[in-house]
């Protein structure tokens, strides 16, 4: 008798979760699914295999246009400008067209408008202000070796970024397999990770990852990891403490609490005023919805590929990377092999 009153609230719950999310729809926000750098009206424009999104406080969205080598913005009124980027691959400073990039995967925007950069395969960190310069914060393009005196406060393929509110820029170092802080004035320290591929739990500095991609900060300063190739979100309290919050090594797409959930690839995060984590998880096509205390379930995306409108859970994916959010509590989602931006919400 238990076990089926058991039963039966969690039918319930699930239950009730599908309904609410049954208010929930994804539609197209930018982008026609051509491939290319076409400006102007929201759906008319083009992108290619987009990945990195921030939305400023006045609504504008700014967009890591990856394979164009580019970043674009799309105005709160609908519009897409190219802001900064020549299209060419390189790392020159320079305002506007002058400036260039090679592959930039994951932005950060601050309260003046400033746009962070992490330009990946030149493992630099890029700035933008409002006016479209670019100049470099930290890195530098060319390789390194180990025996560098800096070796180790340089990066290698950069590939999240996140800035908190006194402007300390936070990286996750891909290739290193560290998170990385940036000072305002430029300066690298190794914020977690001992840089030696693993899953270890505890003190930041004894702490390993493996592969981190997409990275966010809460409005309490824990900073959320999407640990890529361990298929793991982890959390960085501001006191240095690393945990697990949810997932499980082995790639899956199950839904439950803390390590009995698992994700395939996940990527982008994004975390809203109520502390719930969202994750693009790419090798499933799926946005998935972690709360607070580490319960997570499929928020948006049926599993399958396609462009696919309608209702959340019966919308399609493919690959989706990037992922932000609005104050009104959208989600934005950079679907890269689909090169649209998907609008997820109410």
């Not at 989602?333 to 919400?345: E, F």
Request: net charge positive.
């Amino acid at each position: 008798m238990k076990k089926n009153l058991l039963f039966l609230c969690a039918a319930t719950a699930f239950a009730m979760a599908c309904n609410k999310n049954k208010s929930i729809s994804v539609t197209t926000y930018a982008g026609s699914g051509a491939i290319g750098g076409v400006n102007g009206k929201s759906t008319e424009a083009s992108f290619s295999n987009l990945m990195g999104l921030a939305i400023d406080s006045a609504g504008n969205m700014y967009v890591a246009d990856s394979r164009n080598n580019l970043i674009r913005k799309i105005s709160a009124e609908g519009i897409v400008t190219t802001i900064a980027g020549s299209g060419n691959q390189g790392s020159a400073d320079g305002k506007g067209i002058a400036a260039s990039f090679f592959f930039p995967a994951a932005l950060a925007v601050d309260g003046q408008g400033i746009v962070y950069v992490a330009d990946t395969h030149n493992s630099m960190i890029r700035k933008i202000t409002p006016d479209g310069n670019v100049t470099t914060l930290a890195g530098r393009p060319d390789a390194e070796t180990m025996d560098h005196p800096e070796a180790m406060v340089r990066f290698d393929n950069p590939y999240g970024i996140a800035i908190d509110k006194d402007g300390n820029v936070f990286v996750s170092d891909w290739d290193k397999d560290q998170i990385k802080k940036v000072s305002p004035d430029g300066k690298v320290s190794v914020y977690a990770g001992t840089g030696e591929r693993g899953l270890k739990d505890g003190p930041a500095g004894t702490a390993s990852f493996y592969l981190p991609e997409g990275i966010a900060l809460d409005q309490k300063g824990n900073l959320y990891v999407a640990d890529t190739y361990n298929n793991l979100i982890r959390k960085i309290s501001p006191g240095g403490m690393v945990s697990t919050l949810a997932g499980r090594i082995k790639r899956g797409s199950a839904n439950g609490k803390g390590a009995a959930a698992s994700f395939s690839h996940p990527d982008g995060i994004a975390v809203d005023k109520k502390g719930n984590v969202y994750v693009a998880d790419v090798g499933n096509n799926k946005i998935r919805k972690i709360t607070p205390d580490g319960m997570v379930s499929d928020f948006a995306g049926s599993g399958k590929r396609g462009a696919d409108n309608g209702v959340a859970l019966g919308a399609t994916f493919y690959r989706p990377f990037g992922i932000t959010i609005d104050n009104a509590g959208n989600l934005y989602v950079a679907d890269y092999q689909n090169n649209l931006i998907r609008k997820v919400g109410k």
